[in-house]
Antibody, heavy 127, light 111 residues
Framework: EVQLVESGGGLVKPGGSLRLSCAASGFSFPNAWMTWVRQAPGKGLEWVGRIKSKTNGGTTDYAAPVKGRFTISRDDSKNTLSLQMNSLKTEDTALYYC??????????????????WGQGTMVTVSS | QSALTQPASVSGSPGQSITISCTGTSTDVGGYNYVSWYQQHPGKAPKLLIYTVSNRPSGVSVRFSGSKSGNTASLTISGLQAEDEADYYCSSYTLINTLVVFGGGTKLTVL
């Protein structure tokens, strides 16, 4: 079964740090480009950042609001994606999803269409 | 990067068709054919309905269709069913400040 399971969420004070994990199974994780998307309570979806597969350089890109504070990494030996969040702000309060795209016979859609999603892990930043 | 503009809500009766618009700019929706649509039921993760403007992933009902004209993309749901009641989000690839920008979401009510 194709599955993504996030963990690590919780309550943290402003300025604090938290590390989220996402365990992948049922698909070729090392070949997948992995993305984090968040959703503030009652709000819409927001792209957070992405890490490419190691064969594609393993590089990362981040949304402007989190750049310099969040770091995405991957451990292909454990099929695990991580999101290290530092200098947390109240506006980072959200449900954090890990997600990934897919390839068809003609093209890959790693950055534009996400068809596997986890259930999300909630991060609350509050004093 | 501002979110793509979607109507906050739309409604329709069972069996009818509805269309949800998603307006961006030439740097996102208008500049790339990488528009996707997602359905999200309360308390659930989003589900991909449409990718590259008008393609349906395997398993998605043919009642869902997508199109684009200029800076505006559209999702049409035909033969509305009660189970279609959900939030719908569009997204587009972009290279301005982020890689992906989402719409603010549209709540569909099936009357």
């Amino acid at each position: 079964e194709v599955q993504l399971v996030e963990s690590g969420g919780g309550l943290v004070k402003p300025g604090g740090s938290l590390r989220l994990s996402c365990a992948a199974s049922g698909f070729s994780f090392p070949n997948a480009w992995m993305t984090w998307v968040r959703q503030a309570p009652g709000k819409g979806l927001e792209w957070v950042g992405r890490i490419k597969s190691k064969t594609n350089g393993g590089t990362t890109d981040y949304a402007a609001p989190v750049k310099g504070r969040f770091t995405i990494s991957r451990d292909d030996s454990k099929n695990t994606l991580s999101l290290q969040m530092n200098s947390l702000k109240t506006e980072d309060t959200a449900l954090y999803y890990c997600t990934t795209g897919f390839c068809t016979s003609s093209s890959c859609h790693w950055d534009d269409a996400f068809d596997i999603w986890g259930q999300g892990t909630m991060v609350t930043v509050s004093s | 990067q501002s979110a793509l503009t979607q109507p906050a809500s739309v409604s329709g009766s069972p069996g009818q068709s509805i269309t949800i618009s998603c307006t961006g700019t030439s740097t996102d929706v208008g500049g790339y054919n990488y528009v996707s649509w997602y359905q999200q039921h309360p308390g659930k993760a989003p589900k991909l309905l449409i990718y590259t403007v008008s393609n349906r992933p395997s398993g998605v009902s043919v009642r869902f269709s997508g199109s684009k004209s200029g800076n505006t993309a559209s999702l049409t749901i035909s033969g509305l069913q009660a189970e279609d009641e959900a939030d719908y989000y569009c997204s587009s690839y972009t290279l301005i400040n982020t890689l992906v920008v989402f719409g603010g979401g549209t709540k569909l009510t099936v009357l």
